[in-house]
């Protein structure tokens, strides 16, 4: 084994204990049993291991900056995500760098090597709805600089992210709107590779197994949630021989597109078609009939994500704990979905 | 004259001819007549001129990066002008940095720092409502990186800008309001450090004055413009002995916010006062009732700033090229101004 390429995951293997407990121990860090120590350091010097002081000093020379990538910043969640991003981050002195992907996975890469480029001291991200795989990420890992991904995050394990339960949050969505009359419900859904809306779907279909409600698959529509494709699906909606009651949306978006149809063709909201959407948008609120929404809380979402990269950032012993924080959401009823009031 | 100190400025400060015109000779330009480009070579061998070669290759050392430095990212006029400079970006093969200044100048100077470190190939900038100097920009300038206002600039000659006729908007509005048979009309002004705010003031005064109605000191109320200043800016108009009976609002923000107050007191709108807002936020066409506003072209700026950016990059013979580009704005007439309809 060459002595400069023995890393802590070497002697974690070995010794058939965690990575950061290795990390700790060769820190010194009191939260080290002394006999655990000793154990690690006379393995670590048994195999030659070396602190990679340059990786070491580069991590040390801190510009302070967080780059944050996100598919659009026009949206309210992420703005209000960005505002919670840039107050936690302002308060530890760091100044915050924002880069659009617009939900094109060849602008994201691009992106992560100008923040490369840049030497950001730690990246917080949402994906694309285009990104499949994550190996544009490999970089930021082999450079030690640490990620957290917020909302829109990818099924591996090993990340560190900041997320809502949206599975539970569609479930509720679809509970409200069978509490309030509906029999036959459809989902306008997001691209499946994303996992927040395959969650989003699989709530859905939960609450509907949970009323006895057959689900079909005609039902769903997939798309890129953009205002346009909320007419465009109930276009295809009307056009089934079923008598749709229901409908919730994966995002508000494509919600104020459908309102916005559905109102042109004088079908009655709530009446003929209740309607719940997901992430309260500002327009949400003010359009007729107001839209019924999940309240998916941005500013705390973004407060946490940048704290727990903070955290990664300056604490190097704890860098390689990898976490996954579940903010609370909730359903804001509004008359778009409520039949009794 | 120590020679490694010889500028273009200084040749061109002695020939009393233009910058630009000794930066086009020493590049050898078509566009420099003969005479005056043997003229400027004469000048700049007698006074030892030396191309600054480091800063040429900085210059050419490209990160393909543009800088974005803005208030607030969650305005409507400001997400729209990123749109554009991304999409600007995007096809010069330009990726796109943005930091929120947040209104701190603080914040402005230590984003430029950030950039600076960042080695961006150039900046489009509009400036906080905090800003009043800008030494912080001389970084930019000394690095020989170009930047580019928009919207929001300052009042120095030198650079190169794209706005939008502030005065002629204002007047116009005001105008509105007067054909509207607004006779007492108020104004809620920005802060009248920047450029913009202090024309849509002068637009307003002036049309007052077209108009043969008196100005009064004590109907201009001045804040930073935000929702909740519209309420506590109406609180005082209505203790005030003038019947008022027309409100312009240096943006759409303040004029939600007042809108909202005065709904809830009953006053009626407009009826009772005329109102006309500025910038066309999304939330102006969906309130009731919907707010009468000047479209500022966002995408449009934004195009147009990045398009002046590049050229400013990659034509190092025209970079020093100071130009300002006016574009048009409109006056959107909705039913918070309209008492014929």
Request: charged share 30%; glycine share 0%; proline share 10%.
């Given at each position: 084994m060459d002595n400069n390429q023995v890393t802590i995951h070497d002697i974690a293997a070995i010794l058939k204990i965690d990575s950061s407990t290795v990390s700790r121990a060769l820190n010194n860090s009191?939260?080290?049993?002394k006999k655990t120590k000793d154990k690690i350091l006379k393995k670590a010097a048994e195999l030659g291991y070396q602190r990679n002081h340059l990786a070491s000093n580069l991590r040390k020379s801190k510009n302070f900056t967080l780059g944050v990538i996100v598919?659009?910043?026009?949206?309210h969640f992420f703005s209000t995500a960005i505002a919670g991003i840039e107050e936690t981050a302002f308060k530890a002195g760091y100044t915050v760098i924002i880069c659009q992907s617009l939900e094109s996975f060849e602008r994201e890469k691009s992106i992560v090597e100008t923040l490369l480029a840049n030497r950001v001291d730690g990246v917080l991200i949402s994906i694309s709805?285009?990104?499949?795989?994550?190996?544009?990420l490999l970089g930021l890992k082999q450079r030690n600089i640490p990620y957290v991904f917020f909302?829109?995050?990818?099924?591996?394990?090993e990340n560190s992210n900041v997320l809502i339960d949206d599975f539970d949050a569609a479930f509720n969505a679809t509970q409200h709107l069978i509490d309030q009359k509906s029999t036959t419900i459809a989902h306008f859904a997001g691209?499946?590779?994303l996992e927040i809306y395959k969650n989003r779907f699989k709530g859905y279909k939960s609450a509907l197994e949970k009323n006895n409600i057959v689900f079909k698959e005609e039902l769903v529509f997939t798309s890129?949630?953009?205002?346009n494709d909320g007419k465009l699906n109930v276009q295809k909606m009307m056009n089934l021989s079923y008598k749709i009651d229901g409908l919730f949306c994966a995002n508000d978006v494509i919600a104020i597109g459908a309102i916005k149809y559905l109102k042109e063709i004088n079908?009655?909201?709530?009446?003929d078609i209740a309607i719940v959407g997901f992430?309260?948008?500002?327009?949400s609120s003010v359009i007729e009939p107001a839209l019924s929404t999940i309240n998916q809380p941005g500013l705390e979402i973004g407060v946490a994500a940048t704290e727990l990269l903070i955290a990664k950032i300056t604490n190097e012993g704890e860098k390689l704990k990898n976490e996954t924080i579940i903010i609370k959401t909730s359903l804001i009823e509004r008359k778009s979905s409520l039949r009794n009031s």
């Open positions: 009191p939260r080290v049993a598919p659009r910043i026009s949206r709805m285009e990104t499949k795989n994550y190996d544009h909302d829109r995050h990818c099924n591996i394990n691209p499946q590779n890129s949630l953009m205002e079908i009655k909201i709530p009446e992430s309260n948008e500002s327009i």
